[in-house]
């Protein structure tokens, strides 16, 4: 049974930077697609970022492109948010498959309905 537990959510001003973090567990040895959701009231949810298990195939949304960088150890998904806006402002979450294509998790071409596992979700607030 897979877990997924967020923290690092903060209220930061603009500019600033924040890390978020995603234990996981319960998935064993298996290839997987880990990614990075936020959704901010009365927003659709956004897909934000993804890494597939060799840590180098990764994919991020334009929205913050350039911005984010996305990394997990053996245990833990992190997503690094840099010059940080207030619409970046928004309940984060991440989700894991146990997917073994690779193309499709870096494509960005998947919902969250195609996620099996979710976390409670970390608030970030940008002012």
């Known amino acids: 049974h897979v877990q997924l537990v967020e923290s690092g959510g903060d209220s930061v001003q603009a500019g600033g930077s924040l890390t978020l973090s995603c234990v996981a567990s319960?998935?064993?040895?298996?290839?997987?697609?880990t990614a990075w959701f936020r959704q901010a009231p009365g927003k659709e949810r956004e897909a934000v970022a993804s890494?597939?298990?060799?840590?180098?195939s990764t994919y991020f949304a334009d929205s913050v492109k350039g911005r984010a960088t996305i990394s997990h150890d053996d245990t833990t998904l992190y997503l690094q948010m840099n010059r940080l806006k207030p619409e970046d402002t928004a309940m984060y979450y991440c989700?894991?498959?146990?997917?073994?294509?690779?193309?499709?998790?870096?494509?960005?071409?998947?919902?969250?309905?195609?996620?099996?596992?979710w976390g409670q979700g970390t608030q970030v607030t940008v002012s």
């Open positions: 319960g998935f064993g040895e298996r290839d997987y697609c």
């Open positions: 989700a894991l498959d146990l997917a073994p294509d690779l193309t499709w998790c870096v494509s960005g071409r998947w919902t969250g309905e195609d996620f099996g596992s």
């Open positions: 890494i597939f298990t060799d840590g180098d």
